[in-house]
């Protein structure tokens, strides 16, 4: 079954998590375009404008309940009135620099949270599949050549890293002391950088680029060299929708933790991004590198995503270039006041149309 069956998802109750944010309004229209029945649950959306309220996403939702995965109670009422299939979690704080900040806040929402949802869906009794969003910076970066393995350590230099690998430790303790023997699979996934259309938020390379060439203004570039993991969000969302087919086909075989990341040749350096965003942008559009002192970030970061192209069948299909192209489109609709609904719904159709790439590993 390739990812995003209709004859699986048609009809079928689907829990998500952080539905508001960038990546859960794109999973979120994904779903809905195979027919599915969504309920999300998060916080108002985290940045204005948002993918969320320019997509419409809440037009074809069975309900959006707004409220803060650190509220139990909450989370509890919200699964059982939804009684999902799957759930699928996705609320984080999701950046670096924002947990140097707010370290408490990035704890409290990314381990706790994770409790919370997990513990709702073991008290509701008969989610059939869940699966744990988290991220690449889960693992203890040694900043190696060669991609990071499921197997291997856990770690994170920051708080926003650490807080995922707590999340994965939750995951792996639920599943071995709740979950194991129950009707309930659990699987948590890992990916890199995603871009994508609808993407406004603060600290992030491919957002602070378009807002910058949009006003007119060079970007300030902080890493030039930073090497990381670029996809287009659709590429791990693929996976994440072949992940839970498995886990509903199949169960506890696939409870498990995966990666999805892109094809090595697409690991690029900052300074490739933006200097091809120019190019695509066009306008005028430039860069400078910021000299300022920077808060520590990973430097070389890669994925082997070997066991999801083996077992799952999961492969990517757009290009890093195909994917920049994809978000100066979305974007350019956007300030033209064109149907970005429309475009999400068009870029998941040719994209679900295009082969998968099994080269450049």
């Given at each position: 079954m390739a990812e995003g069956g209709s004859d699986v998802w048609a009809g079928r109750r689907i829990f998500v998590t952080g539905h508001t944010g960038f990546k859960g309004s794109w999973l979120t229209l994904w779903l809905q375009s195979l027919g599915a029945e969504v309920h999300g649950f998060a916080l108002p959306p985290p940045t204005d404008p948002s993918l969320f309220e320019a997509a419409r996403v809440e037009d074809g939702?069975?309900?959006?309940?707004i409220a803060d995965v650190r509220d139990l109670d909450a989370v509890e009422?919200?699964?059982?009135?939804?009684?999902?299939?799957?759930?699928?979690?996705?609320?984080?704080?999701?950046?670096?620099?924002?947990?140097?900040?707010?370290?408490?806040?990035t704890y409290a929402t990314n381990v706790l949270g994770t409790v919370d949802v997990l513990e709702a869906a073991r008290r509701l009794g008969d989610v059939a599949a869940i699966v744990n969003v988290t991220t690449d910076k889960c693992y203890d970066n040694r900043e190696w050549l060669w991609g990071y393995r499921e197997i291997d350590p856990l770690g994170g230099h920051d708080p926003y890293s650490s807080s995922k690998a707590c999340s994965e430790l939750v995951t792996a303790a639920y599943r071995d002391s709740f979950l194991r023997a129950g009707p309930t699979a659990l699987a948590s996934a890992r990916a890199g950088n995603v871009i994508g259309g609808g993407d406004w938020a603060a600290d992030r390379l491919i957002p602070d680029l378009l807002a910058a060439f949009a006003a007119g203004r060079s970007v300030a570039i902080r890493n030039p060299a930073s090497l990381r993991p670029w996809q287009h969000v659709l590429e791990p969302l693929s996976g994440y929708l072949r992940l839970a087919e498995k886990l509903l086909e199949e169960g506890s075989a696939w409870a498990e933790a995966w990666n999805f990341g892109p094809r090595d040749d697409d690991a690029r350096p900052v300074e490739w991004i933006v200097r091809r965003m120019v190019e695509l942008w066009g306008d005028g559009a430039s860069w400078h590198i910021d000299g300022d002192a920077q808060p520590h970030e990973a430097g070389l970061l890669k994925l082997d995503v070997s066991k999801a192209a083996t077992r799952l069948g999961w492969h990517p299909r757009w290009s890093l270039d195909e994917a920049l192209e994809a978000v100066v489109v979305w974007h350019r609709a956007f300030r033209a006041g064109g149907d970005v609904r429309a475009v999400c719904l068009d870029q998941i159709r040719r994209f679900t149309a295009t082969p998968p790439s099994r080269t450049g590993r």
């Amino acid at each position: 079954m390739a990812e995003g069956g209709s004859d699986v998802w048609a009809g079928r109750r689907i829990f998500v998590t952080g539905h508001t944010g960038f990546k859960g309004s794109w999973l979120t229209l994904w779903l809905q375009s195979l027919g599915a029945e969504v309920h999300g649950f998060a916080l108002p959306p985290p940045t204005d404008p948002s993918l969320f309220e320019a997509a419409r996403v809440e037009d074809g939702m069975a309900s959006s309940t707004i409220a803060d995965v650190r509220d139990l109670d909450a989370v509890e009422a919200a699964m059982r009135a939804c009684r999902p299939s799957v759930v699928f979690h996705l609320a984080a704080q999701p950046l670096v620099r924002r947990s140097y900040r707010d370290p408490v806040e990035t704890y409290a929402t990314n381990v706790l949270g994770t409790v919370d949802v997990l513990e709702a869906a073991r008290r509701l009794g008969d989610v059939a599949a869940i699966v744990n969003v988290t991220t690449d910076k889960c693992y203890d970066n040694r900043e190696w050549l060669w991609g990071y393995r499921e197997i291997d350590p856990l770690g994170g230099h920051d708080p926003y890293s650490s807080s995922k690998a707590c999340s994965e430790l939750v995951t792996a303790a639920y599943r071995d002391s709740f979950l194991r023997a129950g009707p309930t699979a659990l699987a948590s996934a890992r990916a890199g950088n995603v871009i994508g259309g609808g993407d406004w938020a603060a600290d992030r390379l491919i957002p602070d680029l378009l807002a910058a060439f949009a006003a007119g203004r060079s970007v300030a570039i902080r890493n030039p060299a930073s090497l990381r993991p670029w996809q287009h969000v659709l590429e791990p969302l693929s996976g994440y929708l072949r992940l839970a087919e498995k886990l509903l086909e199949e169960g506890s075989a696939w409870a498990e933790a995966w990666n999805f990341g892109p094809r090595d040749d697409d690991a690029r350096p900052v300074e490739w991004i933006v200097r091809r965003m120019v190019e695509l942008w066009g306008d005028g559009a430039s860069w400078h590198i910021d000299g300022d002192a920077q808060p520590h970030e990973a430097g070389l970061l890669k994925l082997d995503v070997s066991k999801a192209a083996t077992r799952l069948g999961w492969h990517p299909r757009w290009s890093l270039d195909e994917a920049l192209e994809a978000v100066v489109v979305w974007h350019r609709a956007f300030r033209a006041g064109g149907d970005v609904r429309a475009v999400c719904l068009d870029q998941i159709r040719r994209f679900t149309a295009t082969p998968p790439s099994r080269t450049g590993r």
